[in-house]
């Protein structure tokens, strides 16, 4: 990549229940003489992100996003190794072809390319599927968790706006008995990214990735080592 890379966009499939996003990773810089250079480099990610044209959701904090090596995942070290905007997309509907999702993400690729001035014209809007337009910065978020092993049925949709104490879901033993007071509540205001595949939870099991409101700075110097 080094070599030959001036731009990359690693594809994933979040699940099946879950719209289509794209990740906008931190860019981390060791002295201060580097943060002018990691503002540069974050400007011209930001705007090959917006290009693609999809949801864009900002990676966890830097803390849990360095202990989850996310900064090991190919997009995470094209932009803070080789230093070169990287993003992931997201796209959704893992498992099965999609060909709403296959034609969104063939414009998505078209409208980088034509951003970074390797094709012509204008760039396309995606049609193919809604696009959470917030009018704040969103973060992933692994949330809300079950309290109980149980069955669970699910309260709302990819895509869906929630509002924090409303719930999410459902959940009864396997006898449909309520347990605890029989519903998964978020303890967050924000939108449904993706909701978890199969019917059975168990204690602390997240039950779907929801983005909240993100105030954190997404330039940011590494932070230091314990110990």
């Known amino acids: 990549m080094e070599k030959y890379a001036d731009f990359l966009i690693d594809f994933h499939n979040h699940g099946l229940r879950s719209i289509p996003y794209v990740i906008l990773d931190r860019v981390f810089y060791e002295s201060p003489e580097q943060k002018n250079g990691a503002d540069q480099l974050f400007e011209q990610l930001k705007a090959m992100v917006e290009s693609f044209g999809v949801t864009t959701c900002v990676e966890f904090p830097a803390k849990r996003y360095l202990k989850k090596k996310l900064h090991r995942s190919v997009s995470g070290a094209a ?10 997309a997201e796209l959704g509907a893992n498992s099965i072809l999609d060909p709403q999702i296959v034609a969104s993400s063939i414009k998505g690729v078209r409208n980088v390319l034509k951003w970074a001035g390797l094709l012509d014209g204008a760039q396309e809007e995606i049609t193919e599927f809604p696009i959470l337009r917030s009018h704040e910065r969103i973060r992933l978020h692994e949330h809300p968790r079950a309290k109980h092993s149980g069955l669970i049925y699910f309260l709302v949709e990819p895509g869906d706006r929630v509002t924090k104490g409303q719930p999410v879901a459902r959940i009864t033993d396997i006898f449909g008995r309520p347990l605890g007071d029989g519903y ?3 303890e967050y205001d924000g939108y449904i990214i993706g909701l978890k595949t199969g019917t059975t939870v168990y204690p602390n099991d997240a039950i779907a990735t929801i983005g909240i409101r993100n105030d954190a700075p997404l330039v940011v110097p590494i932070p230091p080592k314990k110990g």
């Open 184 to 186: 998964i509540r978020t």
């Open 79 to 88: 932009l803070n190794n080789l230093r070169i905007p990287a993003f992931t």
